[in-house]
């Protein structure tokens, strides 16, 4: 059973950091490609960033590129945010990529002056 629990949101100003983990159990953590979603108010869930087994390979949505860096260890997926901005006040969530059935309850991103 997948089990997926992250943290270390927060509320952050403009310019700001955060470093976002997510703990995952249940399941094979290195047979799988592991991802970051976020859902902001009003909006659909999108993905943010996702790791490929190994590490070695990641991939960002245009508008977070240069700012975040997706990392993982032998059973953490992590989400370093810098330079913060208002547009990326969200829920964020992990997740396998393609996604399991299994959602972890999100850690909440605010950024704000």
């Known amino acids: 059973q997948v089990q997926l629990a992250e943290s270390g949101g927060g509320l952050v100003q403009p310019g700001g950091s955060l470093r976002l983990s997510c703990k995952a159990s249940?399941?094979?953590?290195?047979?799988?490609?592991m991802s970051w979603y976020r859902q902001a108010p009003g909006k659909e869930l999108e993905l943010v960033a996702l790791?490929?087994?190994?590490?070695?390979n990641t991939n960002y949505v245009d508008s977070v590129k240069g700012r975040f860096t997706i990392s993982r260890n032998s059973a953490t997926v992590y989400l370093q945010m810098n330079s913060l901005k208002l547009e990326d006040t969200a829920v964020y969530y992990c997740?396998?990529?393609?996604?399991?059935?299994?959602w972890g309850q999100g850690t909440q991103v605010t950024v704000s002056s």
């Open positions: 997740n396998t990529e393609p996604p399991s059935v299994s």
């Open positions: 249940g399941f094979t953590f290195s047979r799988y490609v």
């Open positions: 790791i490929s087994r190994f590490g070695d």
